[in-house]
Antibody, heavy 115, light 112 residues
Framework: EVQLVESGGGLVQPGGSLRLSCAASGFTFSNYWMTWVRQAPGKGLEWVANIKQDGSGKYYVDSVRGRFTISRDNAKNSLYLQMSSLRVEDTAVYYC????????WGQGTLVTVSS | DIVMTQTPLSSPVTLGQPASISCRSSQSLVHSDGNTYLSWLQQRPGQPPRLLIYKISNRFSGVPDRFSGSGAGTDFTLNISRVEAEDVGVYYCMQATQFPVTFGQGTRLEIK
């Protein structure tokens, strides 16, 4: 059974940093692109970033480029999102998903940016 | 960026009746590899999204056959043949033909 479990969310002040993790199981992690998607409270879905199987290709939405870094550790079956210079508008539930097509999703982790 | 526009934004439906959601993209979603990366996702209340349909019309694993997708180029449709109570939620179309991946605004399906 495919499982994706996000962690690392919490309350952070504007300008602060946070690192999200996603633990994957039930499939060969190193064979898949991985994705981060976020959803602000009461809003729709926004794609954040993708990373290729070997980490050689990374793509970001304009609003986070230069502030967020996606990475992965295939030995640990884990996906990460390092977030810095956080803004109030980054407040959202952050989901990790398998593949560019977002075939499977985790339950999400809430990031709240507030003073 | 490719803009995805869904209609309607809200759809009250009677149980057992069909429902249809449209999605239009601001440019063709045909990829250079010949595939069209248009997907439909369902988000039930309080749940993460779930992939229903990929590449226009392919049902993902475990998705009931009352869900079907169609379309081409820039115009796509999700059909539910007979709405059940568990279908309540928000439906999103998503394009992955070109980065950035983009989603429609979502269509809320509710029971009359």
């Amino acid at each position: 059974e495919v499982q994706l479990v996000e962690s690392g969310g919490g309350l952070v002040q504007p300008g602060g940093s946070l690192r999200l993790s996603c633990a994957a199981s039930g499939f060969t992690f190193s064979n898949y692109w991985m994705t981060w998607v976020r959803q602000a409270p009461g809003k729709g879905l926004e794609w954040v970033a993708n990373i290729k199987q070997d980490g050689s290709g990374k793509y970001y939405v304009d609003s986070v480029r230069g502030r967020f870094t996606i990475s992965r550790d295939n030995a640990k079956n884990s996906l990460y999102l390092q977030m810095s210079s956080l803004r109030v508008e980054d407040t959202a539930v952050y989901y990790c998903a398998r593949a560019i097509l977002a075939e499977y999703w985790g339950q999400g982790t809430l990031v709240t940016v507030s003073s | 960026d490719i803009v995805m526009t869904q209609t309607p934004l809200s759809s009250p439906v009677t149980l057992g009746q069909p429902a249809s959601i449209s999605c239009r993209s601001s440019q063709s979603l045909v990829h250079s590899d010949g595939n069209t990366y248009l997907s439909w996702l369902q988000q039930r209340p309080g749940q993460p999204p779930r992939l229903l349909i990929y590449k226009i019309s392919n049902r993902f694993s475990g998705v009931p056959d009352r869900f079907s997708g169609s379309g081409a180029g820039t115009d796509f449709t999700l059909n539910i043949s007979r709405v059940e109570a568990e279908d309540v939620g928000v439906y999103y179309c998503m394009q992955a033909t070109q980065f950035p991946v983009t989603f429609g605004q979502g269509t809320r399906l509710e029971i009359k």
